[in-house]
């Protein structure tokens, strides 16, 4: 397989791909990574997908890998929505430019690990022509994870540097992208979920609700979800979980 160093529209990436294919249509998927993680981190994924027949983007998030502004943990977890949102945005961009060069057969999936999950699971709130995604860590309440966010923050004496105008802009602004408020949005799309049962950073239990809620919208059994938890496991992506979704991905995208 090739892996290319490429830059679309100031969005640094790795461009995956099997040998001799690059020309190709091909199933394609875009991976985000996560919070103070860098797009090279995800080349494990990528490696999988490649080695199924796939084309696969990964991109740097806004301040992260070849975009970082030399910010401490704290100043980057205060833009964290920043970031998400920005990366939901050039993921229109990057749609528009994979189908420019007649690259993809058929529709994009998407997928991420933790901020990387996040961003994806409000992806599909608003791209109605993601095709299937994986899930690795992420979380849909984006208003009350937000919320939380805030409150831990002031909880160690951080003053936030907006108005309380500007925090109930921004609510209203994430209400837009959370998934717990746009089920039907989801349309039978194909999306696997994995979360570590231990997690304390992205907890485990309100995207096990949202699954449960999502699988009720349905009369029938809705195979096209599926949730693969792991009693031990804590804030990082097992083997096992890795190869499942990078599994569900490829079958999917390639129907």
Do not use: C
């Amino acid at each position: 397989m090739i892996v290319e160093h490429e830059k679309w529209n100031n969005i640094p990436l790795l461009h995956i791909y099997p040998e001799g294919k690059k020309d190709e249509s091909l199933p394609t998927a875009v991976f985000f990574h996560g919070h103070m993680s860098a797009k090279e981190h995800n080349l494990h994924y990528a490696y999988q997908m490649v080695e199924k027949g796939m084309r696969v983007l990964l991109p740097d998030a806004h301040l992260h890998g070849e975009r970082e502004e030399g910010l401490d943990e704290v100043q980057m977890s205060l833009r964290f929505w920043e970031v998400v949102l920005t990366s939901i945005e050039e993921l229109a961009y990057i749609h528009k430019t994979i189908h420019e060069k007649q690259w993809a057969k058929g529709e994009l999936g998407i997928g991420g690990t933790s901020m990387g999950g996040i961003t994806t699971l409000g992806a599909l709130t608003v791209y109605p022509w993601i095709k299937a995604a994986a899930v690795m860590m992420g979380a849909p309440n984006y208003v009350q994870l937000a919320k939380a966010q805030m409150a831990q923050f002031e909880s160690k004496g951080f003053k936030l540097p907006i108005t309380d105008e500007e925090r109930k802009q921004m609510l209203a602004t994430l209400g837009r992208f959370d998934a717990t408020k746009n089920k039907g949005i989801f349309n039978k799309r194909p999306v696997f979920f994995w979360h570590g049962e231990q997690d304390t950073t992205v907890p485990y239990s309100p995207t096990f609700s949202f699954f449960k809620a999502l699988k009720e919208e349905y009369e029938e059994v809705p195979e096209h979800l599926h949730f693969m938890g792991e009693k031990e496991a804590g804030h990082a992506v097992s083997r096992p979980g890795m190869l499942a979704a990078t599994r569900w991905l490829a079958g999917h995208t390639a129907e």
